[in-house]
């Protein structure tokens, strides 16, 4: 994208200006109690200095990145994605909350969340573009530093778009059709029913591809709930949802390929176990699909050791429990977006455990932002 001398310096100069503020994080407490009466020119004021704040904290650690990955044709895609949208936020920067305002406001963010829809697989290929162009291959070095931004950069994107999203769906064109929910967020999100519908979701593709699938059995336990009523909690669906359909995806392929058919009529089924404590709601996904040896385990939340060629269009339909091997990262971090996280058990030979913990207070689900600052900075400086 070339830009001209005044609009670049223009450009830099906000960019200098707002990535010296850190972002605010939100808690989904606070999501709630805003959501409950909301008021759209407050979270007008309050979203066109927050949206280019994230956006210029992400966008100065885009810069720092190593020519040969910044230059490829898709990360410099990416980068005018970014550019584009901070510039269009900057307009509504000393405009008044008039209805019309308010109004373009609302659209413009449609649109920016539309613009960066394809972020994740855009880098995916520019990793590629820049391992192609690499004579030899990506240094260990490059690759931590890899991985420390696109965490960075995927932690910002979720943040940004939960952001605009609470703002399109609470006073966007239908503000009246949300029933209990506050903007995405459930405030009492049935923990086991979101399990069943990724679990559903990820046997239809199962038996697609492989003509079986194993079974579910679903457990709950609250000790803190006498009526031993199903656990809910304050969260955002579609986040849980994205974790569970990714982890069901994997441990149905381990449990259909590391078990022999023939030998055994059913498959053992992957057994689910909620349970809520004081600090964490906890979902384990347990299987029996043999297990990963320990050596391989950590290399699965990788970005660059799972970014094999993209799969085709073709092969996403035929291999549908393949993806863009940025999954499991991907998950992790919606987990971690709220102070929660994924972990991964396994036992070589067995199978593996997979446990989601969510934070069970939401005054402590704290969103986790990224922050660009001289250490972070720091940290390219030593990996480039
Ligand atoms: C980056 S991503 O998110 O996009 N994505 C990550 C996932 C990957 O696909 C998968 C899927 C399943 C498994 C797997 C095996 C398995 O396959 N064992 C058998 C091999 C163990 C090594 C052995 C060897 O090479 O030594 C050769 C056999 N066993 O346990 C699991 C398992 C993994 C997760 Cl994460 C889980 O939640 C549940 C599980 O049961 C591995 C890889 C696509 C890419």
């Given at each position: 994208?070339?830009?001209?001398?005044?609009?670049?310096?223009?450009?830099?100069?906000?960019?200098?200006?707002?990535?010296?503020?850190?972002?605010?994080?939100?808690?989904?407490?606070?999501?709630?109690?805003?959501?409950?009466?909301?008021?759209?020119?407050?979270?007008?004021?309050?979203?066109?200095?927050?949206?280019?704040?994230?956006?210029?904290?992400?966008?100065?650690?885009?810069?720092?990145l190593p020519d040969h990955l910044l230059n490829t044709r898709s990360v410099s895609q990416v980068s005018s994605w970014y550019v584009q949208s901070f510039e269009e936020v900057l307009e509504f920067e000393k405009a008044e909350?008039?209805?019309?305002?308010?109004?373009?406001?609302?659209?413009?963010?449609?649109?920016?969340?539309?613009?960066?829809?394809?972020?994740?697989?855009?880098?995916?290929?520019?990793?590629?573009?820049?391992?192609?162009?690499?004579?030899?291959?990506?240094?260990?070095?490059?690759?931590?530093?890899?991985?420390?931004?696109?965490?960075?950069?995927?932690?910002?994107?979720?943040?940004?778009?939960?952001?605009?999203?609470?703002?399109?769906?609470?006073?966007?064109?239908?503000?009246?059709?949300?029933?209990?929910?506050?903007?995405?967020?459930?405030?009492?999100?049935?923990?086991?029913?979101?399990?069943?519908?990724?679990?559903?979701?990820?046997?239809?593709?199962?038996?697609?591809?492989?003509?079986?699938?194993?079974?579910?059995?679903?457990?709950?336990?609250?000790?803190?709930?006498?009526?031993?009523?199903?656990?809910?909690?304050?969260?955002?669906?579609?986040?849980?949802?994205?974790?569970?359909?990714?982890?069901?995806?994997?441990?149905?392929?381990?449990?259909?390929?590391?078990?022999?058919?023939?030998?055994?009529?059913?498959?053992?089924?992957?057994?689910?176990?909620?349970?809520?404590?004081?600090?964490?709601?906890?979902?384990?996904?347990?299987?029996?699909?043999?297990?990963?040896?320990?050596?391989?385990?950590?290399?699965?939340?990788?970005?660059?050791?799972?970014?094999?060629?993209?799969?085709?269009?073709?092969?996403?339909?035929?291999?549908?429990?393949?993806?863009?091997?940025?999954?499991?990262?991907?998950?992790?971090?919606y987990a971690r977006y709220f102070h929660g996280d994924i972990v991964l058990l396994t036992c070589e030979g067995y199978g593996t455990d997979a446990i989601i913990y969510l934070k069970a207070l939401s005054d402590e689900a704290?969103?986790?932002?990224?922050?660009?600052?001289?250490?972070?900075?720091k940290f390219y400086r030593a990996t480039v």
């Open positions: 994208m070339r830009l001209f001398p005044v609009r670049l310096s223009n450009i830099t100069r906000m960019l200098d200006m707002y990535s010296q503020f850190n972002p605010s994080p939100l808690s989904i407490k606070q999501f709630m109690d805003f959501g409950q009466n909301a008021c759209e020119k407050k979270s007008y004021i309050f979203l066109r200095k927050e949206l280019p704040v994230r956006l210029a904290n992400i966008m100065k650690e885009i810069a720092l909350p008039t209805h019309g305002n308010l109004e373009k406001f609302c659209s413009t963010l449609v649109h920016i969340r539309n613009r960066h829809s394809d972020v994740v697989q855009t880098m995916a290929q520019g990793v590629i573009e820049m391992k192609e162009h690499q004579s030899g291959s990506v240094d260990c070095g490059m690759e931590s530093s890899i991985q420390y931004f696109l965490d960075r950069l995927y932690m910002s994107r979720i943040s940004i778009r939960m952001l605009i999203n609470q703002h399109t769906i609470l006073f966007g064109q239908f503000p009246n059709e949300q029933g209990r929910h506050i903007g995405c967020l459930d405030p009492a999100c049935q923990i086991s029913s979101v399990v069943r519908d990724a679990y559903e979701n990820a046997r239809f593709l199962c038996d697609q591809y492989y003509l079986i699938s194993p079974e579910l059995e679903i457990i709950e336990h609250n000790p803190l709930d006498k009526g031993n009523n199903p656990i809910r909690t304050v969260y955002v669906p579609s986040h849980l949802y994205h974790m569970l359909f990714e982890l069901f995806k994997n441990s149905m392929r381990a449990v259909v390929e590391n078990n022999d058919q023939d030998k055994c009529e059913k498959l053992p089924p992957i057994k689910v176990l909620i349970a809520e404590g004081k600090e964490d709601i906890c979902v384990k996904i347990s299987d029996q699909g043999g297990g990963i040896p320990r050596s391989q385990s950590d290399q699965l939340f990788k970005y660059m050791y799972s970014t094999a060629p993209q799969p085709s269009k073709s092969d996403l339909h035929t291999v549908p429990l393949a993806g863009y091997g940025y999954g499991l990262p991907l998950s992790r971090l704290n969103e986790l932002l990224p922050i660009f600052n001289k250490t972070s900075s």
